[in-house]
């Protein structure tokens, strides 16, 4: 398979993730096993296979697949690089208004945007449309497009319906217990964690792509269409940097994989109560970092 498929890269990418939780002289699996972990063809395994055993991550000899380091940021294909057209379009959309400090009220052009984003119609005005559910933004009758704003009120009431969500998955899984595949999931991810945790200074920005995967384990498991739509919103507004203050990016990062990895020994144990108590407290960590750490429309 070609590297430069998209398909490909975010396949790369969910393979490096993996091995994370391995670490250094842990084995891979076989290439059927990696054909259901990475949800991809035979042929796009050994593509990755090789790729990684060039990179160093690993080194592939016969059925031998033996981990040599941990991934590094450089490792991984840039977000945009793995991204659908859908998806590139969204974030596109989410760096034109935020990076271009536009105030609602604004009028937006569609001939505008496809130009800026060299994308047909058709695919823009989708995402339009999926932005307009949430008001973000609005289609006058017969007019434009306008802006709402990215504001406080905004945000929070996206947060609420997402913390609703999120109880429910979590509750869902505490129910499943132990030995469910999303409990298994959740708490391979404790070695990713560790190792964030043992050197933030060098790993705090590999959390992103471990929160979002943290999360998605559970909201992924309640296979629910409705609620996997309103995550790809909470995915490009949430996770979208360039509004973010970088000044105490570590620090943030750093207390949100302790949450994250006190979450998880409380699942180990078996301790259901504790683990609920504690995946509400980074819940409420998770509001009050977006409160304090985003420049708002209406902020002066």
């Known amino acids: 398979m070609s590297r430069d498929n998209s398909t490909y890269k975010e396949a790369f990418n969910r393979s490096l993730d993996f091995v994370a939780t391995l670490g250094p002289d842990g084995a891979l699996p076989s290439e059927i096993e990696l054909t259901q972990q990475l949800g991809t063809s035979r042929t796009t395994v050994r593509a990755v296979l090789s790729h990684l055993d060039e990179l160093g991550v690993i080194r592939w000899s016969g ?30 959309f989410m760096e034109f208004i ?20 060299g994308a047909s119609t058709s695919v823009l005005r989708e995402c339009l449309i ?19 704003g990215f504001t406080r009120d905004f945000a929070m009431e996206l947060f ?25 999931d959740l708490i391979t991810l404790d070695k990713a964690h560790e190792t964030i945790i043992a050197d ?16 998605r384990v559970l909201i992924d498991d309640l296979n629910n269409r409705f609620i ?11 996770h979208y940097h360039y509004r973010w203050n970088k000044r ?6 750093l207390v949100a994989a302790r949450q994250h990895l006190a979450v998880i020994r409380a699942l180990e ?13 980074h819940l409420n960590s998770a509001r009050s970092t977006l409160l304090t750490s985003v420049a708002w429309d209406t902020d002066t």
């Open 63 to 92: 059925r031998t697949k033996t981990v040599l380091r941990r991934p590094r940021p450089a490792d991984y294909f840039a977000k945009e690089e793995t991204l659908s057209t859908s998806e590139r379009v969204a974030s596109q």
């Open 98 to 117: 935020l990076g271009s400090d536009l105030e609602p009220g604004t009028i937006l052009h569609e001939s505008e945007m496809v130009r800026e984003f």
């Open 130 to 148: 999926k932005f307009s559910r949430f008001g973000l933004i609005e289609k006058e009758p017969n007019r434009h497009w306008v802006l709402r």
């Open 160 to 184: 609420d319906v997402r913390e609703m969500f999120e109880l429910r998955a979590f509750r869902n899984l505490l129910e499943k217990g132990p030995g469910a595949s999303p409990m298994t």
């Open 200 to 215: 933030s200074e060098r790993e705090y920005l590999n959390f992103p792509r471990l929160d979002e995967q943290f999360h």
């Open 228 to 238: 996997d739509d309103f995550f790809e919103l909470v995915s490009v507004i949430f």
């Open 248 to 253: 105490d990016e570590r620090e943030r990062n």
């Open 269 to 281: 144990a078996g301790d259901g109560d504790r683990a609920m108590a504690l995946f509400k407290d």
